[in-house]
């Protein structure tokens, strides 16, 4: 019997993304994105996969949906393609692109499924990167009124709406690091499309409460829960600014209205800064219902004279990791829950994002048996419940992922689904040994210790 029950109303549910799982990526009058251009770039992904078919969700939904029902989710979180519903980015309206989003929600609302819309997971319209993309500040407006055309179309049906899916990526991983689209490493540009992206959020906000329309609204950050190697002032100091550079740089703006200020005056000082309009700074960090965190892994760092940001990351031994390298770490999502609430926020939070890829194997029972991602969640839950206890107003649960989907950079070759996907055989769903797990779970409303 489960002993760790979670208050009546927690939502348990699964995540997903457009690009990551659609397909149909120039079906029915869709526009390209930089994700279709980037990943017909070879040498861009791991054996030059691209989202194309992905797991042909476009065609699919009604069956995965099924699949939904059959585990007991309340909420799936989906991301809406804005060039699927507007080709160009802006102007002209791709009506079969709309009529699909309504399909879908209409069709989880039938099933007892509360649908959570994303608006921003990566996709941007490849027609506004040719304009410079979320560096150019008309991207924001345009994505203002892109969300408002979803808002007018949606509205009534979809309760849950996330602006923004891990700005840190799309800034730094895109226009930094360079392995996403638009793939740049140019400091500047990432910090400009930090901001602009940031400001677009506030703004959708702000729009999303002139339509009236009864739902909530929040943002989703990857938060990376950092940890000093030793009690020492340098490896301090280097957990500081590992946090500022990750954590703090979104929310600060976003729930106290500034950039931390010490990693500010270094960007300025290093290059010369970003544009900050007047008045920026106040929507940024409009009201909003509820924090979105994504957490996978923690960061472990040591100081480094030679760094720009004065920190490495180390990885620690005698941990498991996944097979994305990452360290399993579920203290780190206690720890985390704690501080947000303590340090920035008293609304709800939803864990938007939590899971792990592992090198799954079909069985011969044709079944998956995927006890390291069974573990992974189990723990993860457990931490989640630690923070409950702790008062922490945690409201619901997202898994990443529902399905086996395009892994970004990795492509298929990693798997973060409580469903296997075989994409060579037809694209049969699979429900994997964590998906059972997490049917129980959702069942019993908790689990055992
Ligand atoms: C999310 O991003 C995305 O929202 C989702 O689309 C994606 O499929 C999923 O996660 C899985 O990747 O190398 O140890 O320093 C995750 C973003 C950013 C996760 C940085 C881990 C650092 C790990 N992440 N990160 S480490």
Redesign the pocket.
């Known amino acids: 019997m489960a002993n760790l029950i979670f208050p009546s109303d927690f939502e348990w549910g699964a995540a997903t993304?457009a690009y990551?799982i659609e397909g149909a990526a120039a079906e029915d009058g869709k526009g390209k994105s930089i994700w279709d251009t980037f990943t017909h770039q070879k040498g861009n992904i791991l054996n030059n996969d691209t989202g194309d078919i992905a797991c042909d969700h476009y065609h699919r939904y009604q069956e995965d949906i099924a699949l939904m029902k059959e585990i007991g989710l309340d909420t799936y979180r989906f991301s809406i393609s804005w060039p699927r519903v507007l080709p160009a980015g802006k102007g002209k309206v791709n009506q079969k692109g709309i009529d699909f989003y309504k399909r879908l929600v209409n069709q989880l609302l039938e099933a007892g499924i509360k649908p959570a819309a994303t608006l921003y997971?990566w996709d941007l319209p490849e027609q506004l990167q040719l304009k410079g993309g979320w560096e150019n500040r008309d991207t924001i407006y345009y994505f203002q009124e892109y969300a408002e055309l979803m808002y007018s179309e949606l509205g009534d049906l979809v309760p849950r709406w996330i602006t923004h899916?891990?700005p840190f990526?799309v800034s730094m991983v895109g226009n930094l690091f360079g392995e996403h689209a638009p793939g740049y490493q140019d400091y500047n540009k990432a910090l400009q499309v930090a901001h602009n992206l940031l400001v677009s959020h506030g703004l959708a906000v702000d729009s999303f409460r002139e339509s009236g329309i009864k739902g909530e609204i929040g943002i989703t950050l990857?938060l990376?829960h950092v940890y000093a190697k030793t009690d020492s002032k340098e490896d301090q100091q280097a957990k500081d600014y590992c946090d500022a550079f990750n954590n703090r740089w979104f929310l600060d703006p976003v729930f106290k209205a500034k950039y931390p200020t010490k990693l500010l005056a270094l960007y300025q000082d290093k290059f010369g800064g970003f544009e900050i309009e007047t008045g920026d700074m106040e929507i940024i960090s409009r009201e909003i219902d509820f924090l979105g965190i994504?957490y996978?892994?923690r960061?472990v760092v040591e100081y480094a004279e030679d760094e720009l940001l004065k920190h490495k990351?180390i990885k620690p031994e005698q941990a498991i990791y996944t097979a994305m390298n990452?360290e399993v770490y579920p203290d780190g999502l206690r720890d985390l829950l704690i501080r947000l609430n303590k340090e920035y926020t008293d609304k709800e939070i939803f864990i938007t994002?939590n899971g792990a890829a592992f090198a799954d194997q079909l069985a011969a029972d044709g079944q998956v048996h995927d006890q390291p991602r069974v573990d992974y969640l189990r723990e993860h839950f457990k931490a989640a419940y630690q923070a409950i206890e702790a008062g922490v107003p945690l409201a619901g649960y997202y898994v990443?992922s529902l399905l086996d989907n395009f892994?970004?950079a990795f492509g298929y070759s990693k798997r973060?689904g409580i469903i296997h996907v075989d994409y060579q055989n037809q694209q049969q769903r699979t429900l994997k040994d964590s998906a059972k797990m997490f049917k129980q779970v959702i069942a019993d409303n908790g689990l055992t210790d």
């Open positions: 993304a990551q997971h899916n891990e990526v990857n990376n994504n996978y892994s960061a990351t990452w994002e990443w892994e970004w973060f």
